[in-house]
């Protein structure tokens, strides 16, 4: 949300889901990478979704609120400015997305990124709302949704709106992005093994702060496509078989099936992970 500006017409309001989010990553041509949401910051649930690329954060926004934080400069970082009230979930998204080269974009959002590299970020966010591609792939999850619908009747009534925000590792350094501040805010350093533990009181800290006010809010994380993982995890398990098939030792039929049973559990996974696609897709 941006206080300063009247809503954009041609940018509805998205459903928060990772369903939703998933697909919008999909038709924006990127691959292999899903939106879990998260129900707890306990270590153990971060653990299972490794690797995770970016969290994305959604809470009421409130005006007066100070914050006297001083954002950094920093070029090599994709931060653009928030000019559009409706399409603070797609830039949050686009926040990760554009931030992380283990994540293969694809070619529109490459050449995107590209092009407007050497932008402020105000003109970055500008060039967020005059892409075509951007706004045609958001506007395409519109969807009348109980949630939705509360939130557009709580705007009408008293204000209330919802803002979306970004926690990410770049370069060695934990950042929250957040389209309405000047620049990236640095949370202190960090390594691609840490940062999950660094960012949790953070967002504990903000959670604690809304609960105590009963704000909606909720976490999602931007994670590598479970399936993939899954798949790769049995193409290193047939290999380990095929290596056992070979040797002489007598307990190897013993391994053998200890693997087997390693890889019927994936399998049941995948299973899983395609029923869950299947459920998003019906439901848009």
């Known amino acids: 949300f941006n206080p300063n500006m009247s809503l954009a017409g041609s940018w509805c309001t998205i459903e928060s889901d990772p369903g939703v989010f998933t697909e ?14 998260i129900y707890s910051l306990e270590e153990g649930v971060f653990n299972e979704l490794k690797p995770v690329y970016g969290l ?58 590209n092009f407007t590299k050497d932008f402020p970020p105000e003109i970055k966010g500008l060039s967020i709302s005059n892409s075509e591609m951007v706004r045609r792939v958001h506007n395409s999850f519109a969807r009348s949704e109980p949630w939705v ?13 919802y803002h979306f925000i970004s926690y990410l ?18 949370l202190g350093e960090c390594t691609q093994d ?7 009181p953070v967002i504990q800290k903000r959670i604690e702060r809304y609960a105590r006010s009963e704000i909606h809010f909720n976490l999602l994380a931007i994670i590598k496509n479970r399936k993939h993982i899954y798949d790769e995890e049995i193409v290193e398990l047939e290999k380990q078989k095929e290596l ?10 013993e391994y053998i099936a200890l693997i087997d049973e390693q890889i019927y559990t994936l399998q ?13 897709r019906m439901l848009r």
């Open 24 to 37: 919008l990553i999909q038709d924006l041509g990127v691959r292999s990478v899903q939106v879990e949401e």
């Open 56 to 113: 994305i954060f959604l809470f009421k926004w409130r005006s007066g609120e100070n914050d006297d934080r001083k954002p950094v400069e920093n070029y090599d970082i994709f931060f653009a400015n928030q000019v559009i009230n409706n399409a603070c979930a797609t830039q949050a998204i686009l926040s990760i997305l554009l931030n992380t080269p283990e994540i293969n974009i694809g070619p529109e959002l490459s050449n995107f990124k």
């Open 149 to 161: 619908i509360e939130e557009k009747k709580s705007h009408a009534k008293d204000g209330d709106v």
């Open 169 to 186: 590792p770049i370069n060695g350094v934990l950042y929250e992005l957040d389209g309405l501040k000047k620049g990236p805010l640095s």
């Open 194 to 200: 840490d940062w999950l533990e660094k960012v949790r």
């Open 244 to 253: 056992l098939r070979h040797e002489t030792k007598p307990e190897k039929d």
């Open 268 to 280: 049941l996974k995948i299973k899983a992970e395609d029923e869950k696609f299947e459920q998003w």
